[in-house]
Protein backbone atom coordinates (compact mmCIF):
# COMPACT_ATOMS: atom_id res chain seq x y z
CA UNK A 1 0.00 0.00 0.00
CA UNK A 2 1.01 3.58 -0.99
CA UNK A 3 0.46 7.18 0.34
CA UNK A 4 -0.97 9.47 -1.91
CA UNK A 5 -0.85 13.25 -2.09
CA UNK A 6 -3.32 14.01 0.63
CA UNK A 7 -3.81 10.50 2.35
CA UNK A 8 -1.67 8.39 4.75
CA UNK A 9 -2.54 4.49 4.44
CA UNK A 10 -2.40 4.66 8.27
CA UNK A 11 -5.48 7.00 7.88
CA UNK A 12 -7.55 3.61 6.66
CA UNK A 13 -6.38 1.53 9.51
CA UNK A 14 -8.89 -0.16 11.81
CA UNK A 15 -9.96 2.06 14.62
CA UNK A 16 -9.78 -1.20 17.06
CA UNK A 17 -6.85 -3.07 16.82
CA UNK A 18 -4.64 -0.92 13.78
CA UNK A 19 -4.78 -3.88 11.21
CA UNK A 20 -4.73 -2.33 7.63
CA UNK A 21 -5.98 -4.50 4.93
CA UNK A 22 -7.13 -1.66 3.12
CA UNK A 23 -7.00 -2.01 -0.93
CA UNK A 24 -4.74 0.36 -2.74
CA UNK A 25 -7.60 0.93 -5.16
CA UNK A 26 -9.81 2.71 -2.07
CA UNK A 27 -6.96 4.53 -1.44
CA UNK A 28 -6.57 6.17 -4.48
CA UNK A 29 -10.55 6.39 -5.10
CA UNK A 30 -10.29 8.69 -2.32
CA UNK A 31 -7.58 10.52 -3.57
CA UNK A 32 -9.68 11.35 -6.72
CA UNK A 33 -12.55 12.28 -4.52
CA UNK A 34 -10.44 14.75 -2.56
CA UNK A 35 -8.93 16.12 -5.91
CA UNK A 36 -12.13 17.10 -7.16
CA UNK A 37 -13.75 18.94 -4.15
CA UNK A 38 -10.93 20.86 -3.88
CA UNK A 39 -10.80 20.91 0.33
CA UNK A 40 -9.37 18.35 2.99
CA UNK A 41 -11.37 14.92 3.19
CA UNK A 42 -11.25 12.76 6.07
CA UNK A 43 -11.32 9.36 6.13
CA UNK A 44 -14.35 8.27 9.42
CA UNK A 45 -13.38 4.28 8.43
CA UNK A 46 -11.15 2.29 5.92
CA UNK A 47 -10.35 -1.42 7.06
CA UNK A 48 -12.23 -2.52 9.89
CA UNK A 49 -11.60 -6.04 11.78
CA UNK A 50 -14.53 -8.04 12.39
CA UNK A 51 -14.75 -7.39 16.06
CA UNK A 52 -14.34 -3.61 15.30
CA UNK A 53 -17.22 -4.17 12.29
CA UNK A 54 -19.55 -5.85 14.74
CA UNK A 55 -18.39 -3.08 17.95
CA UNK A 56 -19.91 0.15 15.29
CA UNK A 57 -23.27 -2.03 14.36
CA UNK A 58 -21.79 -2.27 10.47
CA UNK A 59 -23.77 -5.53 8.49
CA UNK A 60 -22.61 -8.55 8.08
CA UNK A 61 -20.42 -9.04 4.19
CA UNK A 62 -19.46 -5.55 5.28
CA UNK A 63 -16.53 -4.10 2.42
CA UNK A 64 -14.85 -2.38 5.32
CA UNK A 65 -13.33 -5.68 6.63
CA UNK A 66 -12.33 -6.67 2.86
CA UNK A 67 -10.67 -3.39 2.76
CA UNK A 68 -12.73 -2.59 0.11
CA UNK A 69 -14.54 0.58 1.56
CA UNK A 70 -14.83 3.92 2.78
CA UNK A 71 -16.03 6.20 4.90
CA UNK A 72 -15.64 10.11 4.04
CA UNK A 73 -16.57 13.70 5.44
CA UNK A 74 -15.60 16.86 4.82
CA UNK A 75 -16.13 20.39 5.31
CA UNK A 76 -18.57 20.19 2.34
CA UNK A 77 -21.93 18.41 2.74
CA UNK A 78 -22.42 14.86 2.36
CA UNK A 79 -24.75 16.01 -0.58
CA UNK A 80 -22.03 17.94 -2.50
CA UNK A 81 -19.41 14.36 -1.69
CA UNK A 82 -22.69 12.59 -2.96
CA UNK A 83 -22.92 14.65 -6.30
CA UNK A 84 -18.98 15.20 -7.27
CA UNK A 85 -18.41 11.43 -7.15
CA UNK A 86 -21.92 10.71 -9.39
CA UNK A 87 -19.93 13.62 -11.92
CA UNK A 88 -16.77 12.01 -11.70
CA UNK A 89 -18.07 8.65 -12.21
CA UNK A 90 -20.38 10.06 -15.27
CA UNK A 91 -17.23 11.10 -16.71
CA UNK A 92 -15.40 8.19 -16.41
CA UNK A 93 -13.09 9.06 -14.17
CA UNK A 94 -13.72 6.36 -11.09
CA UNK A 95 -13.99 3.60 -13.22
CA UNK A 96 -12.60 1.68 -9.75
CA UNK A 97 -16.38 2.79 -8.00
CA UNK A 98 -18.53 0.40 -7.25
CA UNK A 99 -20.63 1.20 -4.74
CA UNK A 100 -21.68 5.16 -3.23
CA UNK A 101 -24.39 5.91 -0.41
CA UNK A 102 -25.58 8.87 0.92
CA UNK A 103 -25.94 9.16 4.87
CA UNK A 104 -28.03 12.44 4.91
CA UNK A 105 -28.15 13.16 8.86
CA UNK A 106 -24.77 12.17 9.56
CA UNK A 107 -23.13 14.11 6.56
CA UNK A 108 -20.95 11.64 4.90
CA UNK A 109 -20.49 9.15 2.05
CA UNK A 110 -19.59 5.65 2.00
CA UNK A 111 -17.67 4.32 -1.15
CA UNK A 112 -16.51 0.91 -2.17
CA UNK A 113 -14.88 -0.83 -5.45
CA UNK A 114 -17.08 -3.74 -5.16
CA UNK A 115 -19.77 -3.92 -7.66
CA UNK A 116 -23.46 -4.70 -6.60
CA UNK A 117 -25.00 -7.94 -7.97
CA UNK A 118 -28.24 -5.97 -8.50
CA UNK A 119 -29.65 -2.41 -8.22
CA UNK A 120 -28.29 1.02 -8.65
CA UNK A 121 -24.99 2.03 -7.52
CA UNK A 122 -26.17 5.10 -5.70
CA UNK A 123 -28.13 5.09 -2.22
CA UNK A 124 -28.90 7.81 -0.25
CA UNK A 125 -30.12 6.98 3.15
CA UNK A 126 -31.50 9.04 6.53
Not at 5 to 33: M, P, T, Y
Not at 72 to 77: D, F
Not at 84 to 111: D, S
Request: charged residues 25%.
Amino acid sequence: MNDTKNFSVKEFACHHCGQNKIDQRVIDLCQKIRDELGVPVRVNSGYRCPAHNARVGGVKGSRHVLGHAADLSSSRSGMLMFEAVKRLQGEGRLPELGYCILYKTKNFIHVDIDKRPSGSMWEVRP
